[in-house]
């Protein structure tokens, strides 16, 4: 009796083990190898490929001078080509850069060049030309710039030489490096000679202020060096650009605040804050005016603060959010309603939802209260449920859902692009066809408040509606017919292990 016993409870736990894994992939129709196989045109990942730039050093061309090429400051050396010209005969001389940085002057003799200036390089041309050429009536012009090699290192995204041609400057030479990396100084730039002198340049200000003293023009023999950034501090509120800035040595606030853009027209500057922690890891909060700001130095950690000044009692606004006008804070007259705030949008487009916008107000007990507001009929003039404005309001115009969603019986389900006409079957074709159980004519559809509608493959389909593909009933039917009949053979094949051990 105990083995028949254990004999019964070893088949129901099988039982048990199969309504739970097979039946129900059988009863739902759930077809596990269909799910899986990936959807017609679905991206496949590719190979990866060789990396074409390895070992090419960067390169810039030589065109595109962003200025004529000033003989003052033009630094000649080996490959650049010059012509000469005697205006008393007409005659023309192409002169090189040799490699050794001298000139041979044809009959004339050598002329030392590299290392100085056009200026000064025909300086002492003239010297020797007019020994050869009568009349000293001539003149001598840089007609093809050379190409050099100049090193970037530090924090730059591809470090190593970059084949430059004369006179490219310091931040055309750095993006052909790739640009300073995320760690890299843009305030630090290290220019250093042959001889080991080192400069430093800014190339913070010549980005956010353009002072074309920070971009030097390169030339043979120089390397740059990209350090990390240094101390930094933070600049928020009513500047234009607010953002974390690197400082140097001496900087002062209204430096810092140059940098961010300067003031915004809505800025309090009388009452700029600086937030300093102090040596005993403290918080000290300093208040100032414009004028104090221009001689306070700013430390490491340092955070500058530049209140809005509507922002003080006394000025009323109201926040929009959406509706394609008007975003942000705009002033409020006492008393204004809805209605007379209203021209105040510029314009309301018909991609947002503009009959189910709210106004969100926060009660004196802490707590948010939603009020909804109908702007559609508002545009249209009726003004009957115009709502009277209070300061701190939050006007939330909701951006309509230009998508159609399909689910259920679908090979790729999810959102598709709302094309206005288009019919529920269009919709899902677009989502790959329906399955081997879902049916094309046994469609429910919700619009995006939940209320449903039964359709078929010709119903048509609006903005932002959910088309749910159902399952055949015939499937339904046969597949509980099928997990019936697996359950009655389960019963008969435990009745017959019993009626064996009797």
């Excluded at 033009?74 to 007409?90: E, K, N």
């Excluded at 300073?180 to 913070?204: C, H």
């Excluded at 240094?230 to 800035?245: D, Y």
Aim: overall charge neutral; charged content about 20%.
């Amino acid at each position: 009796m105990y083995s028949r016993f254990i004999r019964v409870t070893a088949s129901v736990m099988i039982w048990i083990m199969f309504v739970t894994t097979v039946a129900p992939a059988q009863i739902l129709g759930v077809n596990p190898s269909r799910r899986s196989v990936t959807a017609p045109g679905s991206p496949v990942a590719p190979a990866s490929a060789p990396d074409s730039t390895a070992g090419v050093m960067p390169n810039i061309p030589a065109r595109g001078f962003d200025r004529p090429v000033n003989p003052d400051e033009y630094v000649i050396g080996p490959g650049d080509q010059f012509v000469l010209v005697v205006r008393s005969s007409g005659t023309q001389v192409n002169l090189s850069v040799l490699p050794g940085g001298d000139v041979l002057l044809p009959n004339a003799g050598i002329v030392h060049a590299a290392g100085l200036t056009i200026t000064q390089f025909r300086a002492e041309l003239k010297k020797i030309a007019v020994t050869y050429y009568k009349g000293g009536d001539f003149y001598c012009e840089l007609i093809l710039p050379r190409t050099f090699v100049v090193y970037v290192f530090g924090d730059v995204n591809r470090p190593g030489p970059v084949q430059v041609s004369a006179p490219f400057r310091l931040d055309m030479i750095i993006t052909a490096a790739g640009g300073i990396g995320p760690a890299g100084s843009w305030r630090n730039v290290e220019i250093k000679d042959a001889d080991g002198v080192v400069k430093k340049y800014d190339l913070m200000r010549l980005q956010r202020l353009g002072d074309q003293t920070q971009n030097p023009m390169l030339h043979e023999g120089q390397s740059i060096y990209i350090p990390s950034r240094g101390p930094a501090i933070e600049v928020s509120g009513e500047v234009w650009n607010a953002r974390t800035w690197e400082i140097l040595p001496g900087e002062t606030m209204m430096d810092m605040i140059s940098l961010s853009g300067g003031f915004t027209s809505d800025a309090d500057t009388n009452q700029i804050v600086l937030e300093r922690i102090n040596v005993s890891n403290h918080v000290s909060i300093m208040h100032m005016n414009e004028t104090r700001a221009q001689t306070t130095e700013v430390q490491d950690h340092d955070v500058i603060v530049v209140p809005d000044k509507r922002s003080f009692p006394g000025i009323d606004f109201v926040r929009v959010q959406g509706g394609g006008g008007r975003d942000g804070r705009i002033y409020l007259q006492e008393g204004e309603s809805l209605a007379s705030f209203r021209p105040r949008f510029i314009r309301l487009r018909n991609d947002f939802d503009l009959a189910n916008s709210n106004i969100e107000r926060r009660q004196e007990n802490g707590k948010v209260q939603f009020i909804q507001v109908d702007l559609k009929k508002l545009v249209e003039g009726d003004t009957t449920s115009a709502v009277m404005l209070k300061s701190g309001d939050v006007i939330n115009i909701p951006r309509l859902q230009d998508q159609v969603f399909v689910a259920g019986e679908v090979v790729m389900p999810g959102p598709k692009d709302f094309q206005s006409g288009l019919p529920a079957g269009r919709y899902i074709a677009m989502a790959g066809g329906p399955t081997e159980t879902g049916s094309m004519d046994k469609l429910e559809i919700y619009d995006d408040h939940g209320h449903r509608r039964d359709g078929n493959r010709d119903t048509p389909v609006y903005r932002g509606e959910t088309v749910l593909v159902k399952r055949r009933t015939g499937v339904i039917l046969g597949n509980l017919f099928l997990g019936f009949v697996s359950l009655t053979s389960l019963f008969l094949s435990v009745y017959a292990v019993i009626q064996q051990n009797d």
